[in-house]
């Protein structure tokens, strides 16, 4: 167990429609990242954020967005979703973000988009 | 670009003995780090070892460890011992610099490997 929670565990759901993810960190740790897996695009980093602010942007789409609260947690929010969104999402959590930190991966959301 | 190459798709091991799972990388940067994860079919990620790029030794976990060859910009794990539980997916991934704003990593395909009894 990394410490890093994920809800939903599973999320089936329409195209069109909008879903939460929502990630807890590791205790004490500040910052937060989301990747997406695919089966076509594989594991990819979509965002990161450090005590509640966007620290770096990856491939993510504008039908996407995402935020950090200053209890630390995170949420994903997926829009007009379409079913090539269907994939497994992971939060992993760091420290400070900082040069020699690893990343923990929490347990991950997988969601189907029918 | 920094880019993470993983050329098994998928080996197969017999119990008890070693495996080397193999990952090459490109990068222009001086300083990077570099990390092993293992996903097994329940699908989370599972760190295993981290190798800085001035690390003069070789990472080792338990019965991880980190072939790392940085002129030939290789960074293969090996496995010793291989029990039925280390079938899974094993991702080599590389995090950008160690000085940049962010530490997102970037991620190889993959290796899938099965341990045979």
């Known amino acids: 167990d990394s410490g890093v929670t994920q809800t939903p565990k599973h999320l089936i759901t329409a195209t069109g429609q909008r879903v939460t993810l929502r990630c807890s960190p590791r205790?004490?740790?500040?910052?937060v990242y989301w990747y997406q897996q695919s089966l076509d695009q594989g594991l990819q980093f979509l965002i990161q954020?450090?005590?509640?602010?966007?620290?770096a942007k990856g491939n993510i789409l504008e039908r996407f967005s995402a935020q950090q609260f200053p209890d630390l947690h995170s949420e994903l929010n997926l829009s007009s979703l379409e079913l090539g969104d269907s994939a497994l999402y992971f939060c992993a959590s760091s420290p400070r973000g900082g040069a020699v930190e690893t990343q923990y991966f929490g347990p991950g959301t997988r969601l189907l988009v029918l | 670009a920094q880019k993470i190459t993983q050329t098994q798709p998928g080996m197969f091991v017999q119990e008890k003995e070693a495996v080397t799972l193999d990952c090459t990388y490109d990068?222009?940067?001086?300083?990077?780090?570099l990390f092993w994860y293992k996903q097994p079919s329940s699908g989370e990620m599972i760190f295993l070892i981290y190798q800085g790029s001035y690390d003069e030794q070789n990472a080792t976990e338990g019965r991880y460890s980190l072939n790392f060859q940085k002129a030939r910009k290789s960074a293969n794990l090996v496995i010793s011992a291989s029990q039925l539980g280390d079938s899974a997916m094993y991702f080599c991934?590389?995090?950008?610099?160690?000085?940049?704003?962010?530490?997102?990593?970037?991620f190889g395909t993959g290796t899938l490997l099965a341990v045979q009894p």
């Open positions: 205790s004490g740790d500040l910052s």
């Open positions: 991934a590389m995090r950008e610099g160690l000085q940049g704003a962010t530490n997102k990593l970037i």
């Open positions: 990068t222009s940067d001086q300083s990077y780090g």
């Open positions: 954020y450090y005590n509640g602010e966007e620290r």
